[in-house]
């Protein structure tokens, strides 16, 4: 927002002290608008948007107190800048209290209420950007922004809507470039804690010795090299939401200690006596199987449960493949404004039939590449990666022939996911289990998509 465009309401019933500061303002560059009276005041803000109002406190009809209250009970959002001719400063301090940004006292020097006015539109121009870009992360991050129309994806939405509001922990699984992140952001964005910190962490990237200090901060002298105070990331996220990424690489010393935070609501910092209280939702990610981690003796059974209270599961790519064309979309729209990346019939099954094995990530870097590559126009077979037009899959028939009225793309994958489903039962003998492995997949996934055709199985 530039000064020149500012719009500021100035209020005094003093008519030369009004007079002054709208020519004072005015040659400044604002555009200024005035009223003799509170009351005057509250029309014209209710009816124009202002950048900033300067009232004096003491006004006939109206005082600027009074002023200030109803404008906060209207839930008009402006910064308010108070005047006051007397000595004592107790109805300025009361006027602070109610959120007015600050006062000056009559006389004043116009140098001095210039800069007081510099500094308020500067805190208002920061607090609109600050919303804007709230509003901007709230857009990109709102379930509707998950793209996919696959069943699986359909499912996950499902169940991110009705977690979202609630405080319960959740952990969220899946392979890497899932999108975790994505959906942990999600998750906080749609929560109650949403005007709060989201503060996500890698637990597999901070070296061991380093961790506590990092999660729960420590007091000065504490260790060496701690020469001041240090707030932990449980502090930042204090009201908000805190996400544990790679959580399955949390040190055993670290998980006993990370349980008896969740369990006590409170922390302390390393070298601290004092136990802090703590309010944080948490999220937990992993790629790993934690269910197999506390068989196998590396991750504590009860924090298990404790961060398992709710489990997302985020299908692989190669487990969606009729989102892929969406996906492709998507990313393409980020980068160039365009809606469609157009895409030869052989160039899109091969796309199809790609097992992504860095899952959307991968996709996206490849669209990246398009966008830099420059192919504006048909993306055909010869301009894929090697690895894309190279990989060895189990061959799906092809289309013969593009139909003039179009293609239906869902039905042509659904017929050939029942056809896949179907050929790789026979070949296992009916085992699920097998036939999952034929096709890599999980064993959620086929026992989910045998249901969705109405295909039941008993043997795997």
Not at 30 to 43: C, F, M, S
Not at 107 to 126: G, H, S, Y
Not at 323 to 336: A, E, N, V
Not at 400 to 412: S, V
Request: charged share 30%; hydrophobic share 40%; proline share 4%.
């Amino acid at each position: 927002m530039s000064e020149k465009t500012n719009r500021i309401l100035v209020i005094d019933d003093e008519n030369s002290l009004r007079e002054l500061l709208v020519i004072m303002l005015q040659r400044e560059g604002y555009q200024v608008d005035e009223a003799e009276n509170g009351a005057q005041a509250l029309e014209k803000t209710t009816n124009e948007s202002y950048d900033l109002v300067i009232t004096d406190i003491q006004m006939p009809k109206m005082t600027g107190i009074e002023l200030l209250r109803e404008l906060r009970k209207r839930e008009i959002d402006v910064t308010v800048l108070m005047i006051t001719a007397y000595s004592s400063t107790e109805q300025a301090v009361e006027a602070m209290k109610l959120g007015a940004y600050d006062y000056v006292t009559k006389p004043f020097k116009n140098d001095e209420i210039r800069l007081v006015i510099k500094n308020a539109l500067e805190r208002t121009q920061l607090q609109s950007e600050n919303k804007r870009l709230k509003k901007q992360l709230g857009e990109r991050f709102t379930f509707k922004q998950l793209i996919g129309g696959s069943p699986a994806m359909k499912e996950m939405i499902a169940l991110l809507e009705r977690v979202a509001p609630s405080q319960v922990n959740v952990l969220i699984t899946g392979e890497s470039g899932t999108g975790k992140e994505l959906v942990a952001k999600a998750l906080h964005l749609n929560s109650e804690r949403k005007e709060n910190s989201f503060v996500p962490i890698n637990c597999g990237a901070i070296p061991e010795n380093l961790l506590e200090s990092e999660l729960f901060g420590h007091e000065k002298g504490s260790f060496t090299g701690a020469d001041k105070r240090k707030d932990g990331l449980f502090e930042v996220a204090n009201g908000g939401t805190l996400f544990l990424d790679e959580i399955g690489e949390l040190p055993m010393s670290m998980q006993v200690k990370l349980l008896r935070v969740l369990q006590e609501r409170e922390f302390r910092r390393v070298g601290g006596t004092k136990n802090l209280p703590l309010d944080i939702r948490l999220l937990a990610a992993t790629n790993r199987n934690l269910e197999e981690a506390v068989q196998e003796g590396t991750f504590r059974e009860d924090l298990y449960y404790r961060l398992n209270v709710v489990q997302i599961d985020l299908p692989a790519l190669r487990e969606r493949v009729t989102d892929i064309p969406l996906l492709i979309d998507f990313f393409y729209q980020l980068r160039t404004g365009e809606k469609h990346l157009p895409i030869s019939k052989e160039a899109l099954s091969c796309l199809v039939e790609y097992p992504w094995p860095g899952n959307i990530r991968e996709l996206e870097n490849f669209v990246e590449r398009v966008v830099v590559l420059g192919w504006n126009e048909q993306l055909t077979i010869e301009a894929l990666p090697d690895q894309i037009r190279k990989v060895s899959r189990p061959s799906m028939p092809a289309v013969d022939e593009f139909p003039e009225e179009g293609f239906d793309l869902e039905k042509w994958l659904e017929d050939m996911e029942c056809s896949m489903l179907l050929k790789a039962l026979e070949k296992s003998g009916g085992v699920r289990t097998k036939a999952a492995e034929i096709l890599g997949i999980s064993f959620r996934s086929i026992r989910y998509r045998l249901a969705k055709l109405g295909i039941s199985d008993d043997s795997g």
